[in-house]
């Protein structure tokens, strides 16, 4: 019954007290704002995870490289709260335990996530999308009554401005190229104002004009924002990182920066096949 | 072109406001101003007709706001309709007093048939009539949030909501076909004569009751139109789109399911609750699953996600069914599948889509 009410009355988006260790907001105070400990995930029997451990510091830009099936979007399922993990732990700061929490509830504790395919909402245009996406009370009779006021207004155009879509703002998000898409999702999640900022492969579709502003937005953020990028592209992750984590079967391979991580053995094995 | 395209909506929305307005205030009024050999009289027989299709249409409407908004086939919407219909009829029941064929005070004929010496605790309060209207509401609701609540929370979509909803509306049929639920058995109830005191067979109450059928049309059109206007609409149409993303985005999808679904229901009841007292009768067929694929037929052959053609759907299909059924009764359904599946292939947009498409044709 209490759950119902809690469901029912929104209380389990005020970060449900029961996933708190201790009462408060996001503890930073040690560094990392994102923990996974030996997380492991299983899809019949196919190990997508194998005792992940992971920590991304506060205000950091961390890329993610690793062959395909290495585990990087199932990672970001599990932060996400799409896919819970069969054994390990989630924390997002010192206190907040993810496992205990809902898509919902983790989008509103400010971790926000880009797909790796654009999901942006094609029938509606592309303010309204962001105003979708806009920080607020997302309860249905707040939703219901909801009024923009002129500060939301404003973020609205200043995210409008920083992803370059100020001209598009009347146009259905459809009818968008890829990489206007791309943007649009990157709008929405800096509507969000996260703290984390999940981010699946940014630059699929786009020009080498739209990659340079890509790779110069996200440095931009970096330290307002916590970033994780995934990404092929080496070139790109070249130009933005300062420190890379390769995945492979599921668990770490090695960390480091961009020139330590190439020139790492066990990379080049994994890339080339040994 | 959005410009464009709005106004044309606008447009639309303006000229089936002001056609709905003009039937609800005319039809009844020139009813009760005229003489009933005046040519323009309009017979009970009609009256009671286009009573019956607005009533529909509301139905139609209060779907569409489920399924072309939210994106839910809802396949068992006729028994929200059924049971504020039972309401309704459970109210007029308990005014037929000592006038019933076995004269009891209180007991309903078909329970006084059954041998039953007392009234049900169910039935208790239904000869208030704003009790009565409440339950209209609240039956049809509370059913729509308990089924939502299990339903959506639980992450059943698609095509098993579907199935599930249509065994909901059948579960609802057999039940209610059994004497012992207490609700007339396979007969239902009917054989009403007041309504608030006035004589319900009057020419004025049956005026009065269209004209209300029109009223609720109207403004629940205008509330879906409001409704579907504001944040929570958009965010309806996105979990219609992309339900998954809009978990990311911090939105709790199965709360605005929930939502949706449970005021669409209560419209259903209100539509349900104006038609039993027009048609006097209702009976278990109402929550026969073939009446709410019916209602899904309405909304496609209008046109979902625009409001008014689920309106127009509602219309012309049951203009052509009294039409068709009275010419050859046994092809209705032949018919009735056919348009189905021609809408389906030619026309996925319904008869709004295609008047729109003209239009646009023409200013091209």
């Known amino acids: 019954m209490k759950q119902f009410a809690d469901d029912l009355f929104g209380e389990k988006d005020k970060i449900a007290a029961s996933s708190l260790v201790v009462e408060g907001s996001v503890d930073t105070r040690h560094g990392p704002i994102l923990y996974m400990e030996d997380v492991s995930v299983s899809f019949d029997g196919f190990k997508a995870l194998n005792q992940l451990s992971l920590y991304i510091d506060a205000g950091e830009l961390r890329c993610m490289i690793g062959p395909n099936g290495a585990g990087k979007t199932t990672m970001m399922d599990v932060i996400t709260g799409k896919t819970k993990p069969d054994t390990g732990s989630v924390f997002f700061g010192q206190t907040i335990d993810l496992l205990k929490m809902d898509e919902p509830a983790i989008a509103q504790a400010g971790i926000c996530r880009k797909f790796q395919k654009p999901s942006v909402f094609d029938a509606l245009t592309v303010f309204e999308n962001l105003e979708l996406a806009l920080k607020a009370n997302k309860s249905t009779w707040k939703t219901l009554f909801f009024r923009l006021n002129g500060e939301q207004r404003d973020k609205i155009e200043e995210v409008l401005a920083t992803i370059g879509l100020t001209d598009c703002i009347q146009q259905r998000a459809g009818i968008l190229s890829h990489g206007q898409k791309q943007w649009l999702e990157i709008g929405m999640l800096l509507m969000q104002e996260p703290k984390v900022m999940l981010v699946d492969e940014p630059i699929a579709g786009m020009t080498h004009q739209e990659v340079e502003r890509t790779a110069e937005l996200l440095l931009s953020l970096q330290g307002k924002h916590s970033i994780v990028v995934v990404e092929h592209d080496m070139e790109f992750v070249r130009s933005i990182a300062r420190k890379v984590t390769v995945l492979h079967e599921g668990s770490v391979l090695t960390e480091g920066t961009m020139d330590e991580v190439q020139n790492d053995p066990r990379v080049i094995q994994v890339y080339l096949g040994g | ?364």
Not at chain 2, 16 to 26: D, E, G, Q, R, Y
Not at chain 2, 57 to 63: C, K, R, V
Not at chain 2, 76 to 92: C, E, S, V
């Open chain 2, 1 to 364: 072109m959005k410009l464009l395209t709005l106004a044309s909506q606008d447009k639309t929305r303006a000229t089936v406001l002001s056609v709905l307005a003009a039937i609800t205030i005319i039809i009844p009024l020139c009813n009760v101003l005229t003489p009933a050999d005046s040519a323009l009289h309009f017979s009970a027989y009609t009256v009671s007709v286009i009573g019956k299709y607005l009533t529909f249409a509301l139905l139609g409407l209060s779907l569409d706001l489920v399924w072309g908004y939210c994106g839910i086939l809802a396949l068992g919407h006729g028994a929200f309709f059924a049971l504020g219909g039972y309401a309704m009829g459970m109210y007029l029941m308990r005014q037929i007093g000592t006038r019933g064929v076995y004269g009891d005070p209180l007991l309903p004929d078909f329970m006084v048939f059954l041998n039953w010496k007392e009234l049900p605790w169910f039935w208790y309060g239904f000869d208030n009539f704003a009790f009565a209207m409440l339950m209209v509401l609240l039956v049809p609701g509370t059913l729509a949030f308990v089924f939502g609540w299990l339903a959506f929370r639980s992450r059943v979509t698609g095509v098993y909501l579907s199935i599930i909803t249509q065994a909901l509306t059948y579960a609802l049929l057999l039940a209610f076909f059994r004497n012992e639920m207490g609700f007339g058995g396979n007969n239902g109830l009917t054989d009403f004569k007041d309504i608030l005191g006035f004589n319900i067979q009057s020419e004025g109450v049956r005026s009065m009751l269209f004209f209300l059928s029109g009223v609720a049309l109207i403004g629940a059109f205008l509330l879906c139109s409001w409704i579907t206007s504001t944040k929570l609409g958009r965010v309806v149409t996105a979990i219609r789109d992309q339900e998954s993303r809009v978990r990311f985005l911090g939105y709790r999808v199965e709360m605005f399911k929930l939502w949706v679904f449970t005021f669409a229901a209560m419209l259903a009841g209100v539509a349900g609750a104006l038609y039993v007292p027009q048609v006097g009768i209702i009976n278990p067929s109402e929550f026969s699953p073939l009446n709410s694929l019916e209602i899904v037929i309405w909304v496609a052959m209008g046109g979902r996600g625009t409001l008014y053609g689920a309106i127009i759907g509602a219309v012309v299909v049951n203009y052509s069914k009294t039409v068709l059924t009275g010419l050859l009764p046994d092809a209705w359904l032949y018919i009735l599948g056919g348009l189905f599946i021609v809408v389906t292939l030619l026309l996925p947009d319904g008869i709004v889509g295609l008047l729109q498409r003209k239009l646009k044709e023409q200013a091209a």
